[in-house]
């Protein structure tokens, strides 16, 4: 089994930062892409950015110059700074890995539990 628990959203003022972490743990053998997805209230969820081993990196445009994902593969952990925050950034932030373990060779996709981010105006 692989967990990846998410940690550092919270409330903050628009124009702050807040910087988000999201660990995984368990039989992992390699992770492929990582990246952060976030859903407001009565909205879709949003790809925000991905991150591949290797280092590439893509962003949604609403983000684009303000976000900065980045990840640690020694730890399999993945960050994302997010700076100049806006109320519109408000949403349930949530990780992701595309995890190949011991059991399954294969890539998996796994989920974070979702962190809460608000930017009060």
């Known amino acids: 089994q692989v967990q990846l628990v998410e940690s550092g959203g919270g409330l903050v003022q628009a124009g702050g930062s807040l910087r988000l972490s999201c660990a995984a743990s368990?039989?992992?053998?390699?992770?492929?892409?990582m990246g952060w997805y976030r859903q407001a209230p009565g909205k879709q969820r949003e790809l925000v950015a991905t991150?591949?081993?290797?280092?590439?990196?893509n962003y949604a445009d609403s983000v684009k110059g303000r976000f900065t994902i980045s990840r640690d593969n020694a730890k399999n952990t993945v960050y994302l700074q997010m700076n100049s925050l806006k109320p519109e950034d408000t949403a349930v932030y949530y990780c992701?890995?595309?995890?190949?373990?011991?059991?399954?060779?294969?890539?998996?996709?796994?989920w974070g539990q979702g962190t809460q981010v608000t930017v009060s105006s």
């Open positions: 992701y890995a595309d995890v190949s373990t011991y059991y399954r060779g294969s890539y998996v996709r796994y």
């Open positions: 991150i591949t081993y290797g280092g590439g990196t």
């Open positions: 368990g039989s992992i053998v390699s992770i492929n892409i």
